[in-house]
């Protein structure tokens, strides 16, 4: 134990003036960088680690990583400005901010909205880097509980309960979650390498275009920016409708944040665990943290027009699964996210090999430990930054509207093409719109079609092996089994809800039609 | 605009076809030859088609009216009153007009061009702004455009349908 410590006190020590100047500067140049990607749509942490990676090569592992986790670490914190600013996701981890961050900010709370996921992405991110420290012991019996039968439940799990709970109508949530699940289908298949629902007979040569899948970004900006646009264009009006003191907003978001404590633990919990499972990320995070949310909260009603719990729940949760994620890269070299499989190119540059060494105090632990600080660190330094200068970016809501729409239609056919330097992803980018556009008008709710979408390989590749592993049996193992149950328990509950809404309302109309008689 | 009762039946019935054009491909298609290709796509679309044909049905019981799930606010009194449903209507016809202008724009003469181009022709003609900020927005849109996107990041811009001919 007095070795784990001191391992701990070093990680500190090396990251920090006087020991190590050099690492933390390096680590504000990081920060600088994350900073813009995450506020830049379009640009993820994938690819800047990517084009980061090669300037690595002269440093030591204490300065290589000081680099790179600096930026990863805080592009879901800063990506959570324009989600909630714009409606614009800066992050695709962070699009389920925008849910209920950009309502806010439109009803005159975004100075509320950015205190809270800003303070809830800092608790998040202690969470999930102490989550790394503690599990570093622990971690292997955590993973090996979860096999491929599991994970494509889960990933039904995360879908069903997002579709029951983000809206009104349950069936409309379920069929928009399938259809996320077959957006995700589009492209070449994973396992033959067969174009399927790329519209060949349609497109001639063009399909071409689609065998890479549909691009989360464009559908995500197209779902969720397009429609505000035309509806700010339309209103005539700034971002916000009313006028609210700025600053008193802010540290209402805070406040928030500690009177929800229970919900921004449980969301850090979950961001981390689902960190901590290969493959899933931070896109599934958000989600099944914002489905958290609104499963936990008694006023389902509120969620999608705004309430605070939408936006503390994914803000914790995509920040403290970059703890959790770091946790099967370090323990077994097997990436829990795009980017910390491109961060594993790091280790290679360095000549470290992940596994027992870097969890043995006389070897790289205290490396694995700076990597806990460099997470905690830069998210203090991110948020304090962003606190500074919240007033005038809360000033940009207030701004009107015709200034902006410029502004966001480049950031959105930006943010569509700069994901594959394609112009296909810019008409996915309108075609989404048109449909969220008449989602909005129609009364369909927009996140369980991007969960789908995100999930949606996860799943299939796990149904693949479950199958091929264990044919049908797989369907009672005791882990499917219970998932099952979560499923049926998550589709039924709103309509247990609305049957006991409608049956305490029947007695009084009784008592009145009896008087009439 | 209030939603119509034949838009929101026509728009249930799109999520219909696009599960039966599922499942067709995955039994008529691909899925003749590559039959682990199919799995999750029936696995996934059988279910889905039921659920989207119960909400087609549904939505062809239902009266226009609907409650939205994601309502854009809650009514305020100090709120703008809502506009004329003519008035909404042709601004919204005007604002995808712009959506798709920027998108043909950038198609056609690449970002580079397109972006102060397109920001000036909306300030000055989508939203009659006067000269002054049309021009700065205008500028400045195009300073952070250039400088950041361009010469800082330096993401390849293709240069536009028509104009690739001449370079």
Known sequence: VLEYLQAFGAGLVNILPPARSDVFLMMLVGIAIGFAVGILPGLGAAATIALMLPFIFTMDPFMAFAFLLGAKAVTATTGDITSVLFGVPGEGVTAATVVDGHPMAKSGEAGRALGAALMSSLVGAIFGAFCLALAIPIVRPLVMLVGAPEFFMLALLGITYVAALSGGNVLKGLVLGGFGLVLAMVGLAPLDSVPRYTLDWLLGDEAIFLWDGISLIAVTVGLFAIPEIIELGTSGTSIARQQVGKLGGVMEGVKDTFRQWKLVLSCSGIGA???????????????????????????????????????????????????????????????????TAILLGAFIIQGLVP????????????????????IVVSNVITVAVCFLFLGQLVKITHMKGTYLIPFLLLL???????????????????????????????????????????????AEKNLFIATGAYGAGWLLRPGVILLALLIVVGIAYPFFERWRARRAAKPPLLVGAAHES | MSPSRAGRFAFAACFVLVFAYVLAEAIWGYGETFRRARLFPLAIGIPCLLLALVVLGLEARSGSAAPASEPALAPDPAAEPPLEPAVARRRTLAMWGWVLGFFLGIWLLGFTIAVPVLTFLYLKLGAGERWVPTLLLTVLLFVFFYGVFDSALRLPFPPGVLLEPLL
């Open chain 1, 273 to 339: 665990y689902i960190g901590l499972l290969p493959g899933l990320g931070g896109g599934t995070a958000q989600w099944l943290a914002y489905a958290h949310a609104v499963q936990s909260s008694p006023d389902k009603e509120r969620f999608g027009k705004g309430a605070v719990e939408g936006v503390l729940g994914p803000g914790a949760a995509n920040n403290s699964k970059e703890g959790g994620d770091l946790i099967p890269t370090v323990a077994f070299g097997v990436p829990g996210s795009v980017s």
């Open chain 1, 355 to 374: 596994g027992p060494a870097m969890l043995d105090p006389a070897q790289h632990l205290p490396l694995t430990f700076s990597m806990v600080w460099i």
């Open chain 1, 412 to 458: 959105v056919y930006l943010g569509g093409f700069t994901v594959k330097n394609a112009f296909g992803d810019l008409v996915l980018v309108v075609l989404f719109g048109a449909v969220g556009w008449l989602m909005v008008r129609y009364d369909w709710p927009r996140p369980p079609l991007l969960l789908g979408l995100v999930l949606g390989g996860i």
